[in-house]
């Protein structure tokens, strides 16, 4: 499995992009940063998009990408895909026909652009190549993680999460899981903060893979906001049981 990481910092800046992922060449997990990197021929080949929540870091780009895939006159639909709950909200807050077009009713009804797929938590649906399966996590809003799986292997993308229970308690059952991308947004000096927005601290994060016991996937790191940087690098050094990567935009993983 190929992920390309197109954005992967919590806050914008020059040279730091907000959320996606693209796996293969046809699918992304969250549209923080599609269209600024992505060339229009890379764009026309998505098919799928999953939704970890509606906050607009995770979804901004499903506008000028809806934008871009309409205008190159491109036949078959953008599939985007989270819960119910998640996908309503972007439904009534962004693809509202005030602050963008309804591509879910352009150009009709019948043949639209985009197609809201609700998935249901915890049931496993094929697209394409990957078979994914989502669960609820703990954030500020109602947020998915999503399991991904391809010839027997796994990644599991966490979405934006404070402590949370089930998510863990899966992976650490699912024998194929290789990956798993965890936010750290904040330092250890932030906790309050974190607290309340609903987001992990390298403390908070050390103690969420406690709840791994033995499993050993690989861990990769994203959703730093660009202050703390190195403080949270520092700290994540403490966790030493484990294998972590600190994911960088524009970074190609192989798993
Ligand atoms: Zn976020
Ligand atoms: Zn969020």
Not at 32 to 43: A, I, K, N
Not at 122 to 132: A, P
Not at 167 to 185: D, N, P, Q, Y
Request: net charge positive; with cysteine.
């Amino acid at each position: 499995m190929k992920i390309r990481v197109l954005g992967c910092h919590g806050s914008q800046l020059p040279n730091y992009n907000t959320t996606g992922f693209l796996l293969g060449d046809n699918v992304l997990v969250d549209a923080g940063t599609v269209t600024p990197v992505l060339t229009l021929r890379e764009q026309l080949k998505i098919d799928y998009i999953f939704i970890t929540h509606a906050h607009m870091d995770h979804v901004r780009d499903l506008m000028f990408l809806a934008d871009n895939v309409f205008y190159s006159k491109r036949q078959r639909p953008l599939y985007v895909c989270s819960s119910k709950g998640v996908l309503d909200a972007l439904s009534a807050h962004l693809f509202n026909n005030v602050i963008w077009p309804d591509f879910s009713k352009i150009p009709d009804k019948k043949n639209p652009l985009i197609r809201f797929k609700a998935l249901a938590p915890g049931r496993s649906c094929r697209f394409g190549d990957f078979l994914v399966r989502t669960v609820a996590v703990n954030h500020t809003v109602e947020t998915m993680g999503y399991f991904i799986e391809m010839k027997k292997k796994a990644v599991l993308f966490l979405g934006d999460t404070g402590p949370t229970e089930k998510v863990w308690r899966m992976a650490k059952a699912h024998r194929g899981l290789r990956a798993i991308f965890v936010e750290t947004s904040l330092p250890d000096a932030m906790t309050d903060v974190a607290d309340k927005t609903g987001h992990l601290t390298p403390q908070g994060l050390a103690a969420e893979l406690q709840k791994l016991s033995g499993a050993k996937p690989d861990i990769y790191l994203y959703h730093m906001k660009p202050w703390f940087h190195e403080a949270i690098r520092e700290e994540v050094k403490a966790i030493s049981d484990r294998k972590i990567h600190i994911v960088e935009d524009g970074q190609v993983i192989r798993l």
